[in-house]
């Protein structure tokens, strides 16, 4: 399973757009790349998955360039209830999950 | 989309007592499950994997007569935490796939918080 680095933590304010960039240098051709929320006391939940380019959901849009050696998740106008930490992943594996340390991301008022 | 739920949601005991912890998945079947464990501030550690119908895979350095596990069907799966102790308190969830997931995707159950006095 390639490895992933997140920032520890972000701070920002309502409204603002947040962009959470993970590395993954040693990407390999049949990864994937998904990305989970998690709020305090609850169990993580899937935000989005990509494999190259651009794809965007209802809640965020996930940036992977040509390289794929990163990935940057962006939440557009962020609210209070987007304080959470947020996991990138990187596999092929259709089952099993090895959650890195995440970003934790603060929205301020 | 899939539901996963855990029973209970909180648990507190005395130690040297089990405790059962069940997950449940409400709209599909899994074959497998994953159980995690998660200490406060820390992310979600990997303890073993659930088969339906077989025994569990356990993740390096997971003690399977401490935490054993049994998928007796296709919607659950159990762990039971034998003689606890307070370092085995945390925040244990457990997680399920389907069958039309993509890649890494799975659905998490609630946690439950497991405190040992």
């Known amino acids: 399973l390639a490895k992933t680095t997140q920032p520890i933590s972000m701070d920002s304010y309502e409204g603002q757009e947040v962009n959470i960039t993970c590395s993954h240098n040693?990407?390999?051709?049949?990864?994937?790349i998904t990305w989970y929320q998690q709020f305090p006391s609850q169990g993580p939940r899937f935000i989005i998955q990509?494999?190259?380019t651009k794809v965007t959901n209802e809640v965020a849009s996930l940036f992977i360039p040509a390289d794929r050696k990163s990935s940057t998740l962006s939440l557009p106008r962020v609210s209070l209830s987007d304080t959470a930490v947020y996991y990138c992943?990187?596999?092929?594996?259709?089952?099993?999950?090895?959650f890195g340390k995440g970003t934790r991301l603060h929205i301020l008022p | 989309g899939a539901v996963v739920s855990q029973h209970p949601s909180r648990v507190i005991c005395k130690s040297g007592t089990s405790v059962k912890i069940e997950c449940r998945s409400l709209?599909?079947?899994?074959?497998?499950m994953f159980w995690y464990r998660q200490f406060p501030k820390k992310s979600l550690m990997l303890m073993a994997t659930?088969?339906?119908?077989?025994?569990?895979?356990?993740e390096q350095g997971v003690e399977k007569d401490k935490f054993l596990i049994n998928h007796a069907s296709l919607t659950l799966s159990t762990l039971t935490v034998t003689s606890a102790h307070p370092e085995d308190s945390s925040f244990y969830i457990c997680?399920?796939?389907?069958?039309?997931?993509?890649?890494?995707?799975?659905?998490f159950g609630p946690g439950t918080r497991l405190t040992v006095l």
């Open positions: 997680s399920a796939g389907t069958s039309g997931s993509s890649y890494n995707e799975q659905f």
């Open positions: 040693n990407i390999a051709t049949n990864d994937y």
């Open positions: 990509g494999y190259k």
């Open positions: 992943l990187v596999g092929d594996d259709r089952d099993k999950i090895i």
């Open positions: 709209d599909f079947q899994a074959t497998t």
């Open positions: 659930s088969n339906e119908g077989s025994k569990a895979t356990y």
